[in-house]
């Protein structure tokens, strides 16, 4: 993405349909993709509030105004579920902030897509987990979040990346980073490059199985990392699942999968000290348990006994694609270092082996909670 000026995002605020005096900006969050601002406005005789606004990725999703169709469809039906269930429909799922034209977003000069968002109050999003109950808080929530989406309409969702979780097809797009080498890095980063080439398997699991039309399609969130979702700051119930950009046909597994690989983690995802990184039993217990107990009776005793292996696939792709960001000059996943990408590969792949080696253990608990 082209770098933004002030001159750009001012020209966005001005087309949103914002309400009092902007008093304070800046940007905001942790996320790799999209850029992210908090923006305060003062209005008359209410006080403060806040707003989210996006410059969206359009590297990364290619068609913005589809996108915000699918977040349109699939807010707007949460939101109708949220009031039925007596909840709080404007904590419990994002709200759209309408630009001046009454689109969903805004096109501005230079291109560039823009969108806005009501500001979750009283709530955090977490880079890592500070307290075990609010892992467990979050899996009950995104698997809830894929339970009142079964019986949305996949046919209406835009796929906004295509094959995002194809790892088979992440493994071929990989291996041509690798012969291409177009930062002439590949040959400090060898071993990382076998450890790939040594797993084919792993990548070619899940997709093969699908198309044998054994696994259900399902919609599901598709980037579920803890950072996605809002913790309540006084329940320390997850209120609010977040990001909802890839909301897409998928695999309950690679849902799974994408909170263990960032939430079990024993230590940051850029983290450069390996022997800190491990994959927590504990939490990966937890997690499997509000997870199934979110989806309530929704995933097949199949889908159980496959989360080990979403986890693993998950941690995997991941690891791979920071090594092919790496390998064709850190254009995808933002860096704020040299470097950084290698090692958030690094991570990923100390996770698979750490979790090779405790396998047994992941599918004992899974079982564990397939009875229940
Ligand atoms: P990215 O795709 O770059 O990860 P996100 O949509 O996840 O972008 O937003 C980045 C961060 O901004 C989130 O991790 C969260 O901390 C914060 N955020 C996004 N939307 C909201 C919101 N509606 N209310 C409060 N915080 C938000
Ligand atoms: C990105 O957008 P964010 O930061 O929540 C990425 C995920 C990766 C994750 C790795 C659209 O998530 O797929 O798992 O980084 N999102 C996209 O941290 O590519
Ligand atoms: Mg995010």
Request: charged content about 30%; hydrophobic content about 35%.
């Amino acid at each position: 993405m082209a770098l933004l000026t002030q001159k750009q995002k001012d020209e966005a605020i001005a087309n949103f349909q914002f309400e009092g005096i902007l008093i304070e900006e800046g940007p905001y969050g942790s996320g790799h993709i999209n850029d992210t601002f908090l923006l305060k406005f003062e209005i008359a005789e209410m006080g403060c509030i806040n707003v989210i606004l996006q410059r969206m990725n359009k590297d990364v999703f290619s068609n913005p105004v589809e996108l915000m169709e699918n977040i349109m469809g699939v807010t707007s039906y949460l939101r109708k579920k949220i009031i039925e269930n007596g909840g709080d429909p404007e904590r419990e799922t994002l709200n759209v902030i309408p630009a001046v034209d009454g689109k969903p977003y805004y096109l501005d000069s230079q291109g560039d897509y823009w969108r806005s968002y009501k500001f979750i109050t009283d709530a955090t999003s977490y880079d890592q987990v500070e307290k075990p109950e609010h892992f467990y808080q979050s899996a009950v929530a995104f698997g809830n979040f894929q339970r009142l989406l079964a019986d949305y309409p996949a046919e209406t969702l835009h796929e906004t990346i295509k094959g995002f979780h194809n790892t088979k097809a992440r493994f071929a797009v990989f291996k041509k980073a690798v012969e291409e080498d177009v930062m002439g890095r590949a040959s400090q980063v060898q071993k990382e490059i076998q450890f790939v080439l040594d797993r084919e398997n792993i990548a070619d699991y899940f997709t093969d199985l699908l198309e044998k039309g054994e696994l259900p399609l399902r919609v599901t969130h598709n980037d579920t990392k803890l950072n996605n979702i809002m913790i309540d700051n006084k329940t320390g119930r997850g209120i609010c699942v977040i990001d909802l950009d890839t909301v897409m046909p998928g695999l309950a597994m690679n849902d799974f999968g994408d909170s263990i690989r960032f939430g079990a983690s024993t230590a940051a995802e850029d983290e450069r000290d390996l022997d800190k990184v491990s994959c927590s039993m504990e939490l990966f217990d937890l997690y499997a348990k509000g997870f199934i107990e979110g989806c309530a009776e929704k995933l097949t005793a199949r889908e159980i006994e496959l989360m080990p292996m979403g986890a693993k696939s998950m941690t995997f792709e991941c690891g791979m694609r920071f090594l092919t960001d790496y390998l064709q000059g850190d254009n995808y996943f933002k860096i704020h270092r040299e470097g950084q990408n290698l090692d958030r590969c690094r991570t990923q792949f100390k996770l698979v082996e750490d979790m090779e080696q405790k396998w047994d253990t992941m599918q004992e608990i899974v079982k564990k909670y397939s009875n229940c």
